[in-house]
């Protein structure tokens, strides 16, 4: 990776840094030429180049491949891959109330270092995210602090105790994008139909995480051998499927607007397609985790594995890969969700769920790519331009007029994560010593260079 | 000494003791071997035997027991080890202490072996893996309880002859049982034909996956048994959760004459203790002839004898 101008220049050792402190792109124009452009919005998968200027893309296409006109800073790609940000539909952070996890700023450096340039970040903190107030709390600190954007998902009912709605149409006034439960589902169904209800008025996206918690209990993996074998309370995949087959009965009656936070298994799957046949505004998503491991990765009580919905049998993670290779399920996200150590070093039964996932995010899909289930294309799709859909953002796409929000990756380079290079605060990774191929070059936010991946030296 | 000749000819080739799932029929051999001479040594009051002279042994229960702890301090004490009994339910895990930073305090008092039993699956191999000294586990959550199978498998042998091509029976709560599942490893290792027996409420899933036929008609599943090995059902399962009721489940599960009679005819009657009179057992029945319940005990302390010297034998400087 190289920066070709005149007046080019490196951010510090790859680290990220605030954006006030990057004012060299804002004036004139950038353009990345030499690129492999991939914009699954509108198909396009071919050599060019790319202009923005004020934040905003200005041009695209291969005519800027090699030239750069009138251009103040030209930066060479060598060939990688410039593709619009990815777009993380779910990301849980500590702040407010457990900084020492993850903050906003913590998390918008390990998202730049993924190449994500907007996260979503979960209501599950202290205070719970159901007041006006607490988003205007969590928008005025992202403004200030954070290198990456962040949207506000707010809680569905009060407290996310599945009780009482909140104030779905004031908190959509302040700017909450979506609203969930969290990691909690609403149980009750006379409440969960009320929330759809009212939600379809506002036109306001529900994201439900679909887990019966009677029959979950306190389960602690995924039901079957594995379990069986490990002694561990289990709960089956279909605690997830009822709850998705409640839910979509519920937005036939209501008409709302429905996302199924994290589907796992096959069951799901089928009940989304059903759903989308039926033309409900019914989508879905899947975590990396449930894509690229499974419930045979916790081998012997490894507690950087245990997630919420547990990690499921093989088969059920290539449902899910087909699920995204059809494109019945819309997105993926990192699920990214920071533990530190001392809820994480116990016996498994009682460490916390959750595991860090912004910095690995690209990269474990990648595995994906190469090891041919899916096409870079389909991969990029599910991670930018649905989750713009979804959200109604006008990121996600190449094309001119759009925020200049771009992730630039070597599709093919190589590396071995290593936990404590992590910019999260948190580094409960289960892909720690993973090899990876393909990894994160640049990442630019409405036109600045947030995060540049210093490198081992190349010739 | 015949067993230190034995030990001498094959070593228990491992550190811990940790589950029953990786030990091969050879490891469990040299054990019940080692044991069996250490049970007619105890039964003939031979002198205390000095093999653990200066070692320390810790009892580390967070989960109460008074029968397993009392064998393993009776095992540590006939080798001549000092015992250290400590319940951590009533302790530092009262004022928060972690798991590990119970390990690690425990691990700087330097003792040679440490016996563990906690209410987590997978929390003694967790242990083990911040302590130098060897671990033996006394049963964690429903994951393993390797000397309960293994004294479970010298009373048989012992009663038996053998333990390959029996047919052995386990019936009751399989799902919450630790001893099921450490008892499955290890017969299956020696050759044995495993039934599990059980409603399907007290059926762990993949249950079919474990390596022995499953039944949930008891009369079915002890047909023709050479072995039937009765489970504990805890109090709180009795109750409408998992069965509707005591009188139901001794009904169809209980172990009665009735029962009883589609066995063999000299079929071992086994427990692991304490039992439900009436509940999964007719009191008669636990009193039979054929009843090797008191036997198991006793076989309880030669093995927990036997492990400690197999994995001293192990220790640094020995």
New interface residues.
Partial sequence: MATASSKGKRTNGGKSVNRSTMVNENEGTTVFINARLIDPASNRDEAGGLAFRDGIITDIGPHLRRNAPDASHVIDCRGCVLAPGLIDAQVFVGEPGAEHRETLKTASMAAAAGGVTTIVVMPDTNPVIDQVALVDFIQRRARDNAVVHIATMAAVTKGLLGEEMTEIGLLKRAGAIAFSNGKTTVANTRVMRNVLNYAKDFGALIVHHAEDPYLSGNASMN???V????????V?KHAETIVLERDVRLVEMTGARYHAATITCGESLEVIRKAKEKQLAVTAGVSINHLALNENDIG??RTFFKIRPPLRADEDRRAMVEGIASGDIDIIVSSHDPQDA?VK??????ASDGAVGLETLLSAGLRLVHAGDLTLMQLLKALTCNPAKLLRLDSGRLVKGAPADLVLFDPDEPWVVNKDLLKSRSKNTPFDEARMQGRVLRTVVAGETVYEYAGVART | MAASEKQQVRRYPHRHLLSCEQLSAPDINILLDIADDLAEANRARLAKRDILSGRSLINLFFEASTRTQASFEMAGKRLGADVLNMNVSTSSVQKGETLIDTAVTLNAMRPDLIVVRHHAAGAVELLSQKVDCSVINAGDGAHQHPTQALLDALTIRRAKGRIGGLTVAICGDIQHSRVARSNINVLNTLGANVRIVAPSTLLPAASDRLGAMVYTDMTEGIANADVIMMLRLQRERMEGSFVPSTREYFHFFGLDHEKLARAKPDALIMHPGPMNRGVEIASTVADHSRSVIREQVEMGVAIRMAVLEALAGNLPNE
């Fill in positions: 039901s079957g051998e379990a069986t074998r490990l002694g561990l309370p289990s089956s012997s009580y001392d070093r116990r016996p498994f039964a009682e």
